[in-house]
């Protein structure tokens, strides 16, 4: 059973940092892709960046390239989200998820294992 943890929410001011951490437990995950998503409130769940297991490459939601920065450290089986010049759009709470279905990396149903998401609150 995959577990994931993310942590490093919080309350920030605009144009302010924070990094995310999402931390797996129960299998090592360096072969799987793997993403981020957030969820503001009201609204549905959408991507934020992803990162290939196979090829290293990564993608983003217009909304934050080149702001975000998504990585990983397979020795630690963690993925990272690092969030630089944040903006108050930029609330919600953020999830991490394993690819392991065929799709599109940028839909959530493409994905079966979540963590239970860290909330980020960006004022202005």
């Known amino acids: 059973q995959v577990r994931l943890v993310e942590s490093g929410g919080g309350a920030v001011q605009t144009g302010e940092t924070l990094g995310l951490s999402c931390a797996a437990s129960?299998?090592?995950?360096?072969?799987?892709?793997m993403a981020w998503f957030r969820q503001a409130p009201g609204k549905e769940r959408e991507f934020v960046a992803f990162?290939?297991?196979?090829?290293?490459?990564?993608f983003y939601a217009d909304s934050v390239k080149g702001r975000f920065t998504i990585s990983r450290d397979n020795a630690k089986n963690t993925l990272y989200l690092q969030m630089n010049s944040l903006k108050p759009e930029d609330t919600a709470v953020y999830y991490c998820?394993?690819?392991?279905?065929?799709?599109?990396?940028?839909?959530?149903?493409?994905?079966?294992?979540w963590g239970q998401g860290t909330p980020v609150t960006v004022s202005s």
């Open positions: 998820a394993v690819y392991t279905r065929s799709g599109s990396y940028s839909i959530s149903q493409a994905y079966d294992w």
């Open positions: 129960g299998r090592t995950l360096s072969s799987y892709s």
């Open positions: 990162l290939s297991g196979s090829s290293g490459n990564t």
